[in-house]
């Protein structure tokens, strides 16, 4: 099994950036596609963007051409490159690893394991 821990979160303004990071240990993180998602207070936890063994990438429309994920095998990290941001992207992001396929790389129930989040917030 691995543990996931995510890092990189914090007040940023509005048209800014931040980077987060999401470390893998216990296995690979190459073993598995992994994905971020985040969850705003009183609402469901909502894909983000998935990143397969293959290096194929999908991202929700909200943050298309935004957001980007990438993955660094060698330092079994995965990272989440997020550009012009927006007050609604306020929201604890988590990182996660799916073992199967995924061809429904979109719903939270198919990822095996789970970061504990990290809080983004965007200010006006």
């Known amino acids: 099994q691995v543990q996931l821990v995510e890092s990189g979160g914090g007040l940023v303004q509005a048209g800014g950036a931040l980077r987060l990071s999401c470390a893998a240990s216990?296995?690979?993180?190459?073993?598995?596609?992994m994905g971020w998602f985040r969850q705003a207070p009183g609402k469901d936890r909502d894909f983000v963007a998935r990143?397969?063994?293959?290096?194929?990438?999908y991202y929700a429309d909200s943050v298309q051409g935004r957001f980007t994920i990438s993955r660094d095998n060698a330092k079994n990290t995965v990272y989440l490159q997020m550009n012009s941001l927006k007050p609604e992207d306020t929201a604890v992001y988590y990182c996660?690893?799916?073992?199967?396929?995924?061809?429904?790389?979109?719903?939270?129930?198919?990822?095996?394991?789970w970061g504990q989040g990290t809080q983004v917030t965007v200010s006006t």
């Open positions: 990143i397969n063994r293959s290096g194929r990438t």
């Open positions: 996660a690893a799916d073992s199967g396929t995924g061809p429904s790389y979109y719903r939270a129930r198919i990822y095996d394991y």
């Open positions: 216990g296995r690979a993180a190459s073993d598995y596609a």
